[in-house]
Nanobody
Framework: QVQLVESGGGLVQAGGSLRLSCAAS????????MNWYRQAPGKQRELVAT???????NYADSVKGRFTVSRDNAKNTVYLQMNSLKPEDTAIYYC???????????????WGQGTQVTVSS
């Protein structure tokens, strides 16, 4: 079993910054993909940023140039640096990871509990 624990959410004024962290623990051989999703009230969950074990990254158009995703493979941790925050970034942010427990074993998807980010205007 694998646990994902997010931290770093909070209340910030528009234009401010926050850094989210997501630490994975448990039966982990390799984490291939780590994602950040968000869900605003009344809206569907959307993919915000992705990072792979090879270091490639991808972003939603709405956050490009403002958010940066990074990971520390030694700590099984992924970060989301959020700059120039806007009120429309307000949402619960979720960490998602695809984890292998064994070499050449299957990948399983795990989710964190979410952390609230609120941006005031």
């Amino acid at each position: 079993q694998v646990q994902l624990v997010e931290s770093g959410g909070g209340l910030v004024q528009a234009g401010g910054s926050l850094r989210l962290s997501c630490a994975a623990s448990g039966n982990i051989f390799n984490i291939t993909i780590m994602n950040w999703y968000r869900q605003a009230p009344g809206k569907q969950r959307e993919l915000v940023a992705t990072t792979t074990s090879s270091g490639s990254t991808n972003y939603a158009d709405s956050v490009k140039g403002r958010f940066t995703v990074s990971r520390d493979n030694a700590k099984n941790t992924v970060y989301l640096q959020m700059n120039s925050l806007k009120p429309e970034d307000t949402a619960i942010y979720y960490c998602n990871a695809y984890v292998q427990a064994l070499p050449r074993g299957p990948r399983y998807s795990y989710w964190g509990q979410g952390t609230q980010v609120t941006v005031s205007s």
